[in-house]
């Protein structure tokens, strides 16, 4: 947390209410100055806060510009942060929240780490599709961007030199902001030549182009899934007036330099996704709503500029190797761990989250504390970048710092599939009272959802979040539970146990060699397959590999300290050499190996090929070298001559 020396509160014309000692305390703020209107009448206080030393915190998220104008009027030396407790703890129905403004506050004074980001360029080469619109649309942005507008017909259309037109149909598009791909069936290129109407040349198909925006006004069904996602793209109904107006307004505007964010971090030397063509976890590839994750070999390969950060690969991953990084989720943790102690040091006692992202859930909880009842006293506001990516490791952590209940509150875009799916293993985890998805239709509608809902009580013992999602998963769950029985799960979970059918087995150790977290492991003394609970990412890779269809996976969640130590989970005796007595392979493998070929095969029959089964390595290469017809012998070794036999012939008459 950084250092706060100075702490400005606004009562914001004295309607909301305010404990400055409280506030100070939870955050450690050096000074805690309480007044009225610091945007208006007040302003000067401010003024002369900024021109000290150190940081100033601004309890106001309204007038954010007004105090970064001042701030840089004055040439503060120090550092400005400004945060809102008004609409998220001001302006409730419970009449006071002074614990929950304390912990907003020692929430805001953490320092975010920064997020990598990569330059994006964007030369303003747009691509116009569609019809009538789109000639009235490319006529628009041909004074600030370089234009080609693709339309299906156009009659009496003179040649320009103000936009490039052509017919085609767009057989396929690619990419994103400042690097799009597409391929042109039809095409054909206006002519500049010519009297009267304009004339086009011959279409040819598979035409190829780049460019770095796309105006799609043709009123068909996206280029791309979750197009609303895909940045450089902008779609708008023709039919709709004020909508092309936005797009071709929001079009403009996408020529410079953008940073793109680096929303995913990805390690593919723990990714779960195949081994040796072994298919296995494909959680990341089933739920990336804008195609940017692709199989890639063992691993896969996730396109950061198609990437939209809505991080709910992140929250599927069961190995950690998809992480979201904007920020990563150890500063998650330390949010929730921070807002909680700093509610319980002003005095609050079972505080309730609420994860929300910063557009509409932000504004829905702004609409609820200016028109409505705002938020309960008790229920504190975690904003994320997007919902999606709130998995059950964050959930779960949520209640194993000390919150009594979690919720997550949807937005009319959410992608349901991984906020239900994760809820639901989160529940089955620890219960169902402590956890909810909340959708509702306005701000009404938020309240009673919130107000009168309450939760079990938080844990007495708050868990210290260290680690990444599985290891905070298995800490909180059993700050909750307790459990020492293991808990069954959902289908899909990713954690359980492996199950060996002992009479299909071989023990050829084909599921051990791909295990791509060595959750399973053998002994290099004795036929073994072992087996380490904790560390099984439920891949299903395993299942795959094995000849025998002999394994099942059983999702569930073992909290017992023999899920962290390794079990067997089949072993037999090994076979020993029947010429040194050396112990190698499986004794029942070899046994039937050696009583399915004896008589049965031309090779074993009459002859002593039997007896290499049932030796080690060493004694079988012997035993086929010294064969009377071994291939390795290549016949008898001639005597070496010597000085003596040379003579001896020169003495033997001709």
Known sequence: MARIDRLLLCTCEDSMSLDAERAGAAMGAASVQTVRALCTDQIGTAAKAFAG????????????????????????PGRLVCTDIRDRAGWTADGAAHAKQAALLAEAALERPATPVRDVVSEGTVLILGGEAALGAADRLAERLAVTAIVAAAD??????????????????????????????????????????????????????????????????????????????VRADPRDPAAVERAIAAAA???????????????????????????GCTRCLDVCPTGAILPDGDGVAIDPMICAGCGACAAVCPSGAASYDDPDVGFLFNRLRT???????????????????????????????????????????????????????????????????????????????VPERETALARAIAGEAALALVDPADPDALEAALYGAEGPEPVSEPILPLGGRREVTRLAATALTGAEAPIDLPEGAPYGAVVIDTDACTLCLACV????????????????????????LQCGICASACPEDAITLAPRLHLGKAALSHRVLH???????????????????????????????????????TRLIQMCDDCRVKAQYHDA?????????????????????????N
């Open 53 to 76: 030393d150190g940081t100033t915190m601004v309890a106001c998220g309204q007038m954010v510009r007004l105090f970064e104008d001042l701030f840089d009027d004055v040439e503060a």
């Open 629 to 653: 017809n071994s291939p390795f012998r290549m016949g008898e070794r001639p005597r070496v001559r010597t000085t003596e036999d040379y003579l001896d012939e020169r003495k033997k008459p």
């Open 253 to 279: 505007e996408l020529q410079g330099v953008f940073e793109k964010p680096l929303y995913v971090r990805y390690d593919a030397a723990i990714c779960a996704h195949s081994r040796a063509r072994q298919a």
């Open 513 to 536: 060699s791909l295990c791509p977290v060595g959750a399973l492991g053998d002994n290099p003394d004795k036929p073994q397959v072992r087996f380490q609970e904790a560390a099984c």
């Open 571 to 609: 072993e037999e005796e090994p076979f020993e050499c029947i010429e040194c007595g050396k112990p190698f392979g499986v004794r029942s493998t070899i046994e039937r190996i050696a009583a399915k070929l004896e008589g049965q095969h031309w090779m074993y029959t009459n002859s002593d090929n």
């Open 156 to 233: 009496d259309v003179a040649p320009t030199d103000r936009y490039d037109l052509a017919l085609g149909r767009l057989r396929a598009a690619a990419g994103a902001l400042g690097g799009f791909e597409v391929v042109i069936d039809g095409y054909a290129p206006l002519r500049p030549g010519g009297r009267g109407a304009g004339r086009f040349a011959a279409p040819k198909d598979g035409a190829k182009s780049a460019c770095d925006i796309i105006l799609d006004l043709r009123g068909a069904a996206p280029l791309f899934p979750a197009p609303d996602k895909r940045e450089g793209y």
């Open 339 to 417: 807002l909680v102690q700093a509610y319980r040091k002003a005095g609050g006692s079972a505080p309730r989250a609420l994860f929300h992202d910063a557009g509409h859930g932000a504004d829905m909880i702004r609409l609820s504390a200016r028109f409505g009842r705002g938020l309960p006293a008790d229920v504190i506001p975690v904003e994320v970048a997007n919902v999606e990516g709130v998995g059950h490791a964050e959930l779960l952590a949520a209640l194993g710092v000390g919150f009594a209940r979690a919720a997550v509150l949807l937005t009319p875009r959410t992608d349901r599939t």
